[in-house]
T-cell receptor, first 116, second 111 residues
Framework: GAVVSQHPSRVICKSGTSVKIECRSL??????MFWYRQFPKKSLMLMAT?????????EQGVEKDKFLINHASLTLSTLTVTSAHPEDSSFYIC????????????FGPGTRLTVT | SQQGEEDPQALSIQEGENATMNCSYK?????LQWYRQNSGRGLVHLIL?????REKHSGRLRVTLDTSKKSSSLLITASRAADTASYFC???????????FGAGTRLFVKA
């Protein structure tokens, strides 16, 4: 089956620094990738839709200058949390939709970000 | 949640019993999916039901969809302790190419 990887799986950074999270589709091409955020014991909240070669579409309330998304190729999207603060600590999950147009999304294993 | 609510929020049952979880959503959909998530882990896709389908089965899972009521249910039969996890419904709407998640149900199956 289709596989989506995320790197790193866990990251700890200091307040004020930036951290980049990578999302890769390993065996398929994805023109569209999605970034979600999940707080403990809560559901996944869609942050933004990332389209290859164009600007990401952010959901209401998500700061685009805070969460920079780049989708430079059909297999890679990155999320950069800029000037991180402790409240940015969360579980970030990406997903990718197969470019062949099937409805199913494939989810990455998630990245646990802790900002100290 | 961004899309709708799930009911119940938490469910505790004995091994061997059936578990039913319900999901309501707000917008028109192309399909609805159910996912499972073990604590602190990624999502596992369980089943997808299209808007023109009413019921679907996969092993011990049975999913129903009622588009007139904008609701779906997930039934896990003969539950096992290993079924303990959070279960989320997610919808792919007709108005936008994105998947939105419900609030989730935390299922605990006691051995």
């Amino acid at each position: 089956g289709a596989v989506v990887s995320q790197h790193p799986s866990r990251v700890i950074c200091k307040s004020g620094t930036s951290v980049k999270i990578e999302c890769r589709s390993l065996d398929f091409q994805a023109t569209t990738m999605f970034w979600y955020r999940q707080f403990p014991k809560k559901s996944l909240m869609l942050m933004a839709t990332s389209n290859e070669g164009s600007k990401a579409t952010y959901e209401q309330g998500v700061e685009k200058d805070k969460f920079l998304i780049n989708h430079a190729s059909l297999t890679l999207s990155t999320l950069t949390v800029t000037s991180a603060h402790p409240e940015d600590s969360s579980f970030y999950i990406c997903s990718a939709r197969d470019s062949r147009g099937t409805y199913e999304q494939y989810f990455g294993p998630g990245t646990r970000l802790t900002v100290t | 949640s961004q899309q709708g609510e799930e009911d119940p929020q938490a469910l505790s049952i004995q091994e061997g019993e059936n578990a039913t979880m319900n999901c309501s959503y707000k917008t028109s959909i192309n399909n609805l999916q159910w996912y499972r998530q073990n604590s602190g882990r990624g999502l596992v896709h369980l089943i997808l039901i299209r808007s023109n389908e009413r019921e679907k089965h996969s092993g011990r899972l049975r999913v129903t969809l009622d588009t007139s009521k904008k609701s779906s249910s997930l039934l896990i039969t003969a539950s096992r302790a290993a079924d303990t996890a959070s279960y989320f419904c997610a919808t792919w709407g007709t108005g936008g190419f994105k998947t939105i998640f419900g609030a989730g149900t935390r299922l605990f199956v006691k051995a």
